[in-house]
C-alpha cells in the first residue's frame, strides 16, 4: 500500500524525481507533462510540490496538507510537469474523483466553518441543482494548482501540453462537470485572458479559504471548455505571456491555487 507523503526532503523527493524519469521515454522538450493516479508511489512527487509552494505562500504545512487533502489522496489524479534538464519538478495539479469522501470543494461548502457564507451552509443537493448536475461522478474538483517560484515566468513553456493532457483524461473519464476554489488572479487570468466560462460556484461569493484570503468556489461546464480548446490553442501562450508581462507580481503570486 502506498504511503501519502508531504514532507519529503529534497533530496528524496529529487532521488524519486529521477526514479520516475527513468521509468519514462523522453523527447526532445525540457518540460514534460505526466498524468499519475493519486496511488502511485511517484504521485509524492506531486504532493511535495503542492506542500512546498502552499507553505512558501500561506503557511500550509505538512500536518496542514495532510489533514485538508488525505481524505482524497485515493480518489486524485495528479498532472505533473517535470523540468528533464534538472531533473526536478515544475508544477503539479491536482484534480479529485468523486468516491466516498466526496469532493473537497463541495464537502467544504456544506461545512460551518469553511462555507464561503460561513456559519451558513450549502448542501451537496444543493450545489448539484443549480448547476445541473445529476451525478458527482460526472464532475472533478480542481483541488490544487502548484508551480514553484523559479518556474512561474515559464508558465508557457507547460501550458498547451498540460491542457492537452488533462483534456485527454477529461474525454477519457467522460467529465462534464468541474469545480474548484481558485485564488483571486487565477480566476481573472481564466476570465480575463482565457476567455474560460467560469462562474460563481452555487452563486458564491469570494472568500478566505485554508487561512487565503481573496479566494472564489467556481464551477465551470467541461465540454463547453474542451469546445473552446481547440479554437484558441494557438492563442493561449501569447495571452498568457502578454499577462504574465503586464501583472506578473499579482498573477505570480495566484499560481498556487486551490
Not at 30 to 44: I, S, V
Not at 153 to 179: N, P, S, Y
Not at 183 to 210: I, Y
Request: charged fraction near 25%.
Amino acid at each position: 500500500m502506498t504511503e501519502y507523503v508531504y514532507d519529503m526532503p529534497d533530496a528524496e523527493r529529487d532521488a524519486l524525481t529521477a526514479g520516475f524519469l527513468d521509468t519514462k521515454r523522453l523527447g526532445c522538450n525540457r518540460f514534460a507533462c505526466f498524468a499519475l493516479e493519486g496511488t502511485d508511489p511517484f504521485a509524492n512527487i506531486a504532493r511535495q510540490v503542492e506542500r512546498e509552494v502552499f507553505e512558501a505562500s500561506w503557511g500550509n504545512d505538512a500536518a496542514m496538507m495532510k489533514r485538508e487533502y488525505g481524505p482524497y489522496d485515493d480518489s486524485s489524479l495528479f498532472f505533473l510537469v517535470v523540468d528533464t534538464r534538472e531533473g526536478v519538478p515544475a508544477g503539479a495539479l491536482r484534480m479529485i474523483r468523486n468516491s466516498p469522501a466526496g469532493l473537497k470543494t463541495i464537502v467544504d461548502l456544506d461545512d460551518s466553518v469553511k462555507s464561503p457564507i460561513a456559519p451558513r451552509t450549502i448542501s451537496v443537493t444543493e450545489v448539484m441543482r443549480h448547476h445541473g448536475i445529476d451525478d458527482l461522478d460526472d464532475c472533478w474538483d480542481g483541488a490544487t494548482a502548484a508551480i514553484p517560484r523559479r518556474y512561474r515566468r515559464r508558465l508557457v513553456a507547460t501550458h498547451v501540453q498540460l491542457m492537452r493532457i488533462m483534456a485527454l483524461a477529461a474525454r477519457r473519464e467522460d467529465i462534464k462537470h468541474f469545480v474548484a476554489v481558485l485564488d483571486a488572479p487565477v480566476v481573472k487570468m481564466a476570465r480575463d485572458v482565457l476567455r474560460l466560462p467560469l462562474t460563481p460556484l452555487a452563486g458564491t461569493p469570494p472568500f478566505t479559504h485554508m487561512d487565503a484570503p481573496e479566494n472564489q468556489a467556481v464551477y465551470a461546464h467541461v465540454p463547453s471548455i474542451l469546445g473552446l480548446g481547440g479554437r484558441r490553442n494557438r492563442k493561449v501562450g501569447q495571452k498568457i505571456s502578454d499577462c504574465l508581462d503586464e501583472t506578473s507580481t499579482s498573477v505570480a503570486a495566484g499560481l498556487a491555487a486551490r
